[in-house]
Structure formats: structure tokens, C-alpha cells
């Protein structure tokens, strides 16, 4: 099974970025999605982006035309750029590859 390590979380102000990173242990290149999920205290864990093959992208609408979803192959690397946060986008994110899950980073968004 694919291990996967997420960073690049923080704490950042209303308004910032942060780009989060998901890499796994092994090639990604035949691994057919891959999901960005996010769970804030006391809430459901729920859908934040998703890349295909494609590759094609999809987003919550939630977060869509503020987050963008990437992924470079070379580095067996899906990439998760945050702009314009906003307090509600405070989370644990998380990211799932096939059926593993890493253990996710904390995002903050504080003034």
C-alpha cells in the first residue's frame, strides 16, 4: 500500500496562501485520483479537490477559483495551492491515494 506524507500547513492570516504538498512512497503515475479532503473540529471530514489522470480536476464549491490542485509525477507530489484563505478554511487536510490516507496538516487561518 502507498504511504503518503502531507506538509506545508501553518498558520496564516485572512487573505494568505499556503500550498500543501502530498507525496507518496512510490510512483503516482498509475494511481488514477487523487483526493485532498480537509476536517475541522467537531465537523465531518469532507471533499476539498480531487486530480484524475487526465489529468482532470474537480473542486468544492466551497473552494473553488481559490484553490488549485496539481501534481508532478517526478516527484510523486500532489500539490494543493490555498490563495485567498479565509478563517472557514481552518482544517486538518488531508490527503488519500487509492484507499491510504496520510496523516494530514493542520491549516489555521487567524487574524
Known amino acids: 500500500q502507498v504511504q503518503i506524507v502531507e506538509s506545508g500547513g501553518g498558520l496564516v492570516q485572512p487573505g494568505g496562501s499556503l500550498r500543501l504538498s502530498c507525496t507518496a512512497s512510490?510512483?503516482?503515475?498509475?494511481?488514477?485520483?487523487v483526493y485532498w479532503y480537509r476536517q475541522a473540529p467537531g465537523k465531518q471530514r469532507e471533499f476539498v479537490a480531487l486530480?484524475?489522470?487526465?489529468?482532470?480536476?474537480d473542486y468544492a464549491a466551497s473552494v473553488k477559483g481559490r484553490f488549485t490542485i496539481s501534481r508532478d509525477v517526478d516527484k510523486n507530489t500532489v500539490y494543493l495551492q490555498m490563495n485567498k484563505l479565509k478563517p472557514e478554511d481552518t482544517a486538518v487536510y488531508l490527503c488519500?491515494?487509492?484507499?491510504?490516507w496520510g496523516q494530514g496538516t493542520q491549516v489555521t487561518v487567524s487574524s
Open positions: 488519500k491515494m487509492e484507499t491510504a
Open positions: 512510490r510512483d503516482i503515475i498509475n494511481i488514477n485520483t
Open positions: 486530480i484524475g489522470s487526465a489529468p482532470v480536476t
